[in-house]
């Protein structure tokens, strides 16, 4: 696998670590402003996920209402396979197959045909998160749910 990139945060990113640690407790790997659907997706180690979520998702509930925006939290891993899963859960991923192709890389998850919809999510918005963090992390530029 090659070296992760390196991250720069911004100030307001610093800013919304800084208060989902102090609310969760939970040490996060990296946090993504996604404008264009409101919501901030925070990274955290899968073995954290349980505390940074809180019991009934109490801690998701205050983080969104004290940043104003919603808040999806993701298991992080930097082994392809394992972030395409965390990515497309709850949906079922039967299989992932890496394309390059033209200088670009595509990644085709093939997830259980009733998971289809929850896999694309509403307008498409878990392709958008899939794609912020595979472009971020393991520089593909394209997801494609079949």
Known sequence: M??????RLTPEEMRYISLFQ???KAAVKDCIIDQENNRIIFLVDSKDM???IGKSGINVKKLKKSLGKDVEIVAFSDNLDDM???LMSPARVRSIR???SDSKKSVYVT???QDKGIAIGKSGKNVVRAKLI???YMDIDNVVIV
């Open 98 to 100: 890496l394309v390059n």
């Open 134 to 136: 595979l472009k971020r």
């Open 50 to 52: 349980g505390m940074a």
């Open 22 to 24: 102090d609310i969760t």
């Open 84 to 86: 395409v899963k965390f």
């Open 2 to 7: 090659n070296e992760l990139p390196e991250i």
């Open 111 to 113: 997830v259980d045909p």
